[in-house]
């Protein structure tokens, strides 16, 4: 089973950037469906974005346009680049991933991944 860490998350004011980085260990990443989702106070966990092992990509409606997931298989890790960053991103936001499995339908946004991160905060001021 993969372990995952997310790191990045911060203080920044409206308007600016972040990147978000998704380390995963104790497997070969390269064959995992990995998604983003974020959690705010009172607020169900909410779909952000995901990559599939194939580098599909998959955005929710309201960060589509502004950011952008990738992976770098050499190093383990999926990326999450947040540009023109706005209040109501203020979150939780959590790395999750499931392995590729024969017989399985990966559903991108749905919260069903087998191994979750324990979650890096983002504020963004206004």
């Known amino acids: 089973q993969v372990q995952l860490v997310e790191s990045g998350g911060g203080l920044v004011q409206a308007g600016g950037s972040l990147r978000l980085s998704c380390a995963a260990s104790?497997?070969?990443?390269?064959?995992?469906?990995t998604g983003w989702f974020r959690q705010s106070p009172g607020k169900e966990r909410e779909f952000v974005a995901a990559?599939?092992?194939?580098?599909?990509?998959y955005y929710g409606d309201s960060v589509k346009g502004r950011f952008t997931i990738s992976r770098d298989n050499a190093k383990n890790t999926v990326l999450l680049q947040m540009n023109s960053l706005k209040p109501e991103d203020t979150a939780v936001y959590y790395c999750a991933a499931s392995p590729l499995t024969f017989g399985r339908t990966w559903n991108p946004l749905s919260r069903e991944y087998d191994t979750w991160g324990q979650g890096t905060q983002v504020t963004v001021s206004s």
């Open positions: 104790g497997r070969t990443f390269s064959t995992y469906n």
């Open positions: 990559i599939s092992w194939k580098d599909n990509t």
